[in-house]
């Protein structure tokens, strides 16, 4: 008898998913824009406290059931920030001030539940994963490796069509983890930064994104 039940549960299930399935509206669109990027960092020393600015421009699609949608968008970034920070070659050296600049050149997988509140304007919110297959730390590139490639972080947006299927877009991205290896004092008999292999350095995502949008 329960089993019974329980093949009459799930097919009450599929036919209830099959159904929202069938009414539910799917798009597909681009998306591009400005990014304004910038990165928290942990450290003894000043932190880095000027926005890089760069295109950005992705591919999305969403599923819409009444005022709920649920949106996916494949999108390249790159972020990264400039300021100043203090590093020294070895122990003993007294440190210095230097002009620094991140450039992480980066695939971002982003999710996120929506909320429409008119057909015109929504809000959004969800996680993304990053794939940073390019980075660079300027002027001393030895740093560079010593980023790693994944990232991880929460999503906040909203949208608001102007014309037709043309909107306009806000999105926040909040990086939870730390894409910073620190590395150990000498590898190959070569001087690495001990301010940064002591302080337990941490370097984590902060991005802004104000674009525009069309669903096709």
Do not use: W
Not at 37 to 43: F, G, I, P, R, V
Not at 169 to 178: I, P
């Amino acid at each position: 008898m329960s089993h019974n039940n329980n093949i009459m549960k799930i097919t009450i299930f599929a036919f209830l998913l099959s159904f929202s399935i069938s009414n539910a509206q799917f798009n597909i669109g681009i998306r591009g824009g400005l990014t304004l990027s910038n990165q928290e960092l942990s450290t003894q020393f000043e932190n880095f406290g000027e926005n890089k600015y760069s295109p950005y421009l992705g591919i999305i699609g969403e599923y819409r059931f009444g005022k709920i949608a649920v949106a996916s968008d494949i999108t390249y970034l790159n972020l990264g920030s400039t300021g100043n920070v203090e590093l020294r070659n070895n122990f003993d050296a007294p440190s210095t001030k230097q002009g620094v600049e991140i450039n992480l050149n980066t695939i971002s997988l982003n999710v996120l539940g929506k909320y429409y509140f008119t057909d015109e304007f929504n809000i959004g919110l969800g996680g993304y994963y990053g794939y940073i297959f390019d980075a660079e730390f300027k002027p001393n590139s030895t740093f560079s490796r010593y980023f790693k490639d994944s990232d991880f972080g929460l999503v906040l947006g909203a949208e608001y069509r102007i014309y037709k299927e043309l909107f306009i877009e806000g999105r926040y991205s909040y990086g939870l983890t730390n894409i910073f290896e620190n590395p150990t004092p000498f590898i190959n008999n070569q001087p690495f930064d001990p301010v940064i292999t002591s302080s337990g350095y941490s370097v984590k995502n902060r991005f802004l994104n104000i674009g525009l949008g069309y669903r096709f």
